[in-house]
């Protein structure tokens, strides 16, 4: 593969700034140049975001579509169409968060030199809520009352009611002046051609085989000059993750996305080529069932009246014992190769990150706990029986069915380690693992976490750059999936707790993030003091990429190309 290339002939643009002296080089100038090849297992259907949920549309439309902010690699806000992030401190948004102000950069253009302004925001709002637009949610968007322009560089968004996580809309803007119809989205060409206000422009897609992007010649215009430093950028669809591996062995790719923990030891040992995993905001946890799994799915008022506790996972003590009995830095370290952060809440990283200090392992505690509890051993045979146990009947075995997916080699690994660290203390989880399709069932269609028949499975699970959809859907006692909510909510253990809940409230109505990443911290102690669910390691976001290509920075919080203006080839 050619390390450079000729420039692209859009660098003959009459927008292109003079030329600098001769002795004065450009900036970046020894950065310039190059094709990139990237290798993807999937290949998107469309790249307008709002039109379809397949992460690869994010990914690839970064090198084109810009937002009103971006998130940076440790989930913190930052200006990116605007001049400031909007905060109660700087007076951009109202005490009661209902009223919105951004100031928009002047001078920035879409690839075709028409200026971008506040009637881009307004219109990308108005063809979301287009009743015909075909867009996948409107969440968020809905709560606007409404979207105005002052001048053409301050936008002011007024909403009916609060929206906790409002930083995170107007991620995409669309370009108005093309006159696009908004009843006529799912038709545009706008969803296969992005229109670019970004670091690259399309030049074309052959579908079931790649798709080249080349520099915007504009870009520099507004932003750095001298960037981005490639010439152009192939996306290659491969079909698998296999391919790839051989492809970036051989140099026909220099990138290959979306790897799993399991394939990181042998790509340490490729010549040349570099292993990007980095902690994402997903974690792998138990989720315990505190109810009784042969009552069908109670909601929270029957619960209040009648708690119809699980035999065993009903008991704190019981909880804590399970945790106490798993060594989580021996999996993270001996079967995770020393490569997993060990999770301790159920936000281990971002700007709502908690403070949480790791578990203990101690088996002692765990068999000290157990005897309290009523659990002991008293026939010999190893696994405790209820002997005065607080909701079991005396003599029922503490076996405890423990289910992960099917076929899922790392999860199903773990799992053998738990169930041999639970004999140690005298408890005994049997494996019945299934396919992911039916874990996650719906609960029109019976799935057993909805309706609560089951005692623990183990699954990974991960919030977004705002956490409160998250762990409000997970936690909460009003998102307890039943038939009065017609099976919405994700708090499958069935968890009440009147202090998460006042905190998670608060989490959810203040626009303050200080105020907010508090509650936060509460809701997160809360938690880990309740043990709901049992946190076991981060998940990593793992890549392969040639040591050649430099400034690559993984952003689990924002799309793959967030920063694709600063990657360069090492010549």
Known sequence: MEATKAP???????????????????????KQGGTLVMGFADEPEMLNPYLVTHAMAKNIGGFFQRGLLKVLADGSFAPDLTTQVPSVKNGSVSEDGLSV???LKEGIVWEDGDLFDCDDVQFTWEAIMHPESGVVST?????????????PYTVVVNYQKFYAPYLTLFDVILPDHLDLDPAKMTEWEYNRHPFSMGPYVMEEWVSGDHITVVRNEKYELWETEGKPYLDDIILRFLGNSEVGRQLIQTGEIDFLYGLTE?????????????VSAVPSRSSTRL????????VDAPCKEELLENPHWHWALG????????????????????LMHGLLPVAVANMNIGWAKADIPESEYNPEKAKALLEEAGWTDTDGDGIRECHG???????KVLKLRYTTTAGNKMREDVQQLIIEMMKEIGVEFYAENMPQAEIGKSYAKGGLRRHGHYDIMMYSSGHAVDPQNHIEGYFASWNIPCDATSGKGANYSRWIDEDFDKWIEVAGTSPDLDVRTEA???????????????FLYQRLTVDLLIEELQNFVRNDWSHLSWNAEEWWLKK
């Open 315 to 334: 008991d704190l003590r019981v909880r804590q014992a399970i945790q106490y009995g798993i060594d989580k830095n021996f999996i993270a370290d001996t």
């Open 520 to 534: 936060y911290q509460k809701a997160n102690e809360r938690i880990v003091e309740g043990l709901p669910h049992i």
């Open 101 to 103: 102000t951004y100031s």
């Open 8 to 30: 692209t002939k859009a660098a003959e643009s009459t927008n292109t700034p003079e030329p600098k002296p001769t002795d004065t080089p450009e900036p970046g100038v020894d």
């Open 287 to 294: 989720v315990l069932n505190l109810r009784d799994p042969e």
């Open 262 to 274: 399991t394939d990181i030891p042998e790509a340490q040992g490729l010549e040349g080529i570099l």
């Open 389 to 395: 146990c607080s909701y079991a009947e005396d003599g």
């Open 139 to 151: 969440g968020g968007y809905a709560d606007i009352e409404s979207v105005t322009c002052p001048d």
